[in-house]
């Protein structure tokens, strides 16, 4: 069954308001967990300081298992069988609360068809409209200027593009048509918090649930025209610990009689990486393969402009006016970037505390050749040398806290004709900034190929989503 038959795109076409109000079911459930407890924390400040009824993360947690029974019925409703696999547990915010469960879905066992593995996720990042939505994050919002945009958090990432697939599903089952490939399906509620849970469940299933599977389908972001993604950076996440006194101490009683964690801290931060985005951390750079003639064509084919990324954050930012550097810099170079203190004063007014310890959070998107071993013991031999040097009192720890390796894979035959059959072009070859660890976890679990499927576009900037009802 080819996507671009007639009869299949008239139901589609006929069904697009039932679609998009399943959409905005979906996005009504605020699935969301913290991805650190600093994220919670600064959040709850900000929500305060709005006046806005405060939730923390665990009170979130219901409706992602909420959201894992919306799914499932779902499915099973389209005669997909569903199996809830509990992952195990979590110590959230001094509680420990089940992970949300993971899903298992399979529709159809054909021995005489392929068998297509899909992964998605229908947790999601928090939100608030102080984040700066235009609609409020949880409710669907058609947008009143008539672009014929829809707003909502998870609409683009990663709850839309599951229900691409639930709407190819109820379409071959409404139509009677048959499905050309078995389906089996993996939805998690964990990915925005490192896919807590999954990668044993994948070691565990490789030769029971996952047996027999062809390849693997994960459906990420893509530019303003059709688009492979052949990479993703992978990521790095460290943490900064520096103490001093056993407690916080008075400013205007201990100011100048002690070293301060916080100062110490901010200098150490402060040598990791330049205001240019220049990566401070000696031979980590080396590490990067040299860029090639052809790899550059790809970057230089792709349609982007400097302005994309400048409409996407608000403003004329980019470190380069040059689209091909632009590019590159999210895509093929690795990144460092700093993300918080933790144990430090943020709140509204003054307060003149020093604080008796701090925790310093950074993370380096990591590319090819640039492993997590190899790039942990990188940044923990610096910040040793760095922090010797500040002569202090206090004591420092580094630690690396998550990870996840990166992805290039380039076998996409099937995938570009495809892309030609239903667009009529051929697809930008693109690599994503982002990280999907579990992209490689299922790659080397299952030794398979992993094909990355747009549904969405890369500048949704993993908030507003960007849906035409058009057929675009």
């Excluded at 038959?5 to 039932?18: G, H, R, T, V, W």
């Excluded at 529709?107 to 996720?121: C, R």
């Excluded at 390849?215 to 520096?242: D, E, H, M, Q, W």
């Excluded at 500040?390 to 570009?416: D, F, L, Q």
Aim: proline letters at 6%.
């Amino acid at each position: 069954m080819s996507a671009a038959n007639p009869q299949f795109l008239k139901f589609i076409d006929d069904n697009q308001d039932a679609f998009i109000k399943r959409l905005g079911e979906a996005v009504a459930i605020p699935s969301w967990v913290p991805t650190s407890t600093l994220a919670w924390v600064i959040g709850r400040t900000v929500l305060n300081l709005l006046f806005f009824p405060v939730l923390a993360g665990v009170d979130y947690r219901p409706d992602v298992h909420r959201m894992a029974e919306w799914l499932s019925d779902k499915l099973q409703s389209l005669g997909v069988k569903v199996e809830k696999r509990p992952l195990g547990k979590q110590i959230l915010e001094g509680q420990e609360l089940d992970l949300p469960p993971a899903l298992l879905g399979e529709l159809g066992n054909d021995p005489n068809k392929k068998t297509v593995l899909i992964y998605g996720h229908f947790d999601v990042q928090p939100a608030s409209m102080s984040d700066g939505w235009l609609y409020p994050p949880f409710e669907l919002t058609v947008d009143p200027e008539g672009s014929g945009k829809l707003f909502g958090r998870g609409s683009s990432d990663d709850k839309g593009p599951i229900l691409g697939w639930v709407n190819v599903i109820e379409a071959h089952v409404k139509l009677g048509l048959e499905m050309p490939v078995n389906l089996k399906m993996c939805f998690e509620g964990m990915e925005e918090s490192g896919s807590e849970g999954l990668d044993d469940l994948i070691s565990e299933e490789k030769d029971k649930f996952f047996k027999g599977v062809d390849c693997v389908c994960i459906s990420g972001l893509n530019t303003s025209t059709p688009c492979l993604t052949y990479g993703l950076r992978g990521i790095a996440y460290f943490k900064i610990s520096v103490s001093g006194p056993a407690r916080d101490l008075h400013s205007g009683v201990f100011g100048a009689t002690v070293h301060e964690p916080m100062t110490d801290l901010v200098l150490l931060m402060s040598k990791l990486v330049s205001p240019e985005g220049k990566i401070m951390i000696p031979g980590l750079m080396d590490l990067v393969e040299p860029l090639t003639e052809e790899e550059r064509q790809r970057y230089e084919a792709i349609n982007a402009t400097v302005k994309d990324f400048d409409d996407a954050v608000g403003a004329a930012i980019t470190f380069s006016d040059d689209k091909v550097q632009t590019l590159m810099g999210r895509m093929r170079y690795p990144s460092l970037s700093l993300h918080g203190i933790e144990g430090a004063f943020y709140g509204a007014g003054c307060k003149t505390v020093i604080p008796a310890a701090v925790h310093g959070k950074f993370s380096i998107r990591l590319v090819p050749n640039l492993t997590l071993d190899a790039v942990t013991k990188l940044v923990c031999d610096y910040v040793n040398a760095e922090f010797a040097k500040i002569k202090t009192k206090s004591k420092m720890t580094v630690e690396m806290v998550h990870g996840g390796e990166p992805w290039v894979h380039y076998n996409y035959r099937a995938a570009h004709k495809a892309t030609v059959s239903v667009y009529g072009k051929a697809p930008d070859y693109t690599r994503e900034g982002g990280s999907i660890p579990v992209t490689l976890s299922f790659a080397d679990a299952l030794g398979v190929n992993v094909l990355l499927l747009p549904m969405g576009r890369g500048d949704d900037a993993d908030a507003q989503l960007v849906v035409y009802r058009s057929q675009d």
